[in-house]
């Protein structure tokens, strides 16, 4: 069965950066596309980004095009989520998920199986 697990959150300041990890615990060569959510207290979970490694694409939340980037090792298959200039309002648990999303940009839950535990991000002075 496999299994993700994340890491790399925890307290960082506004204008801070992070880079979480997502590292799958058995083979997912079964599915195409990784992607990284967020859920703040009180809110539903939104899309951060997804990568697909067949077909391609890379794919971003508007909330953080342009100071993220998300990439993938092919050695161990494990993604990355790199945010720079981090907001108070990026601040939430963060899951990756693994699967065969249903839209072509990967981009809502549907199709997303595998989903790790989440690790927490905090943005605070």
């Known amino acids: 069965q496999v299994q993700l697990m994340e890491s790399g959150g925890g307290l960082v300041q506004p204008g801070g950066s992070l880079r979480l990890s997502c590292v799958p615990s058995?083979?997912?060569?079964?599915?195409?596309?990784i992607g990284w959510f967020r859920q703040a207290p009180g809110k539903e979970r939104e899309f951060v980004a997804a990568l697909r490694w067949r077909g391609g694409g890379i794919y971003y939340a508007d909330s953080v095009r342009g100071r993220s980037s998300i990439s993938r090792d092919r050695s161990n298959g494990a993604v990355y989520l790199q945010i720079d200039g981090l907001k108070p309002e990026d601040t939430a648990v963060y899951y990756c998920?693994?699967?065969?999303?249903?839209?072509?940009?990967?981009?809502?839950?549907?199709?997303?199986?595998?989903w790790g535990q989440g690790t927490q991000v905090t943005v605070s002075s």
């Open positions: 998920a693994a699967g065969r999303p249903i839209t072509s940009t990967a981009t809502t839950m549907g199709g997303y199986t595998v």
């Open positions: 058995g083979s997912i060569s079964s599915m195409n596309a």
